[in-house]
């Protein structure tokens, strides 16, 4: 399967952005699809994951009641809406896709372009 992050841009903080994972190839319902981040000169971190139903998802703490993971499979996608935005998340977002909605990276096998998310203070 084919990931392709996009919707990421400039936003002032305290405003939203909703970034998008279209898939392509094959059907992203049977997947977990996770949400990272990566700052310049920090490692790839965990932002969000949803399970393939859209029953179960997971937060990392820093973005927990600002940020809100959800999925349309009829529509091959994944959104990440985010609130509240600080200028601490400013990174370039990915999505990878897995057999388990889990925080860790090695979990994913599909990986997607990033989208680059920017917070201005």
């Known amino acids: 399967v084919q990931l392709q992050a996009y919707g990421g841009g400039l936003v002032q903080a305290g405003g939203s952005l909703r970034v998008s994972c279209a898939a392509s190839?094959?059907?992203?319902?049977?997947?977990?699809v996770g949400w990272f981040r990566q700052a310049p000169g920090k490692e790839r971190e965990f932002v969000a994951t949803?399970?393939?139903?859209?029953?179960?998802?997971s937060y990392t703490d820093s973005v927990k009641g600002r940020f809100n993971i959800s999925r349309d499979n009829a529509k091959n996608r994944v959104y990440l809406q985010m609130n509240s935005l600080k200028p601490e998340d400013t990174a370039v977002y990915y999505c990878?896709?897995?057999?388990?909605?889990?925080?860790?990276?090695?979990?994913?096998?599909?990986w997607g372009q990033g989208t680059q998310v920017t917070v201005s203070s």
């Open positions: 990878a896709a897995g057999t388990y909605a889990d925080i860790t990276r090695d979990r994913y096998d599909y």
């Open positions: 949803i399970s393939w139903s859209g029953g179960y998802a």
């Open positions: 190839g094959r059907t992203l319902s049977t997947y977990a």
